[in-house]
């Protein structure tokens, strides 16, 4: 269960830690719900066999925290290198000559965040990263019940209705 839970914090981690890509998480926590999704998947794949709904809760809640703690250095990492490149970036649209003065103090205020903004933003990530993964998990278990197989050795026939 815990390496399927470490693949998809992995994957929950550096998806919404990306600046673009991460941005996806906005529609419906996309990089969260997946992450537990595949958790719950690989587990299934592993196991050879179904899991329960709280299984697949389980293992996708378990991917959802260890993607918070995945997520922190990589966003900090990035903030770091691409912090200075942004805060140019909305200084530069900040000169534009058409823009109303609200939209160019918002804009100004944009640049990079510090890193104790990420610790904070941290507990936040977790405790929904784990509860959105969670309902990743619990899809996934279900979309990915196997089938139990026949019964060996003869031919079903259905039962016969009381008269």
Known sequence: MTRSA???????GVLSALP?????????CLWIVSG???SAYLEVQHKNRSLTTGE????????GVIG????LPIVIMISIVLGPL????FEQIAQSRDLPPEAREILENMGGRSTAGYFVLFFPQLFIGALFAAIGGMLAAAY???????ALGGTWVPPVPPQ
């Open 6 to 12: 470490a693949l998809g914090g992995l994957f929950i």
């Open 36 to 38: 537990g999704a595949l």
């Open 68 to 71: 918070a703690f995945v997520w």
């Open 20 to 28: 673009i890509v991460g941005a996806a998480n906005c529609c419906c």
């Open 56 to 63: 697949g809760a389980a293992v996708g809640a378990l991917a």
């Open 144 to 150: 990915y019940k196997k089938e139990v197989p026949p």
């Open 86 to 89: 942004q805060q140019a970036f």
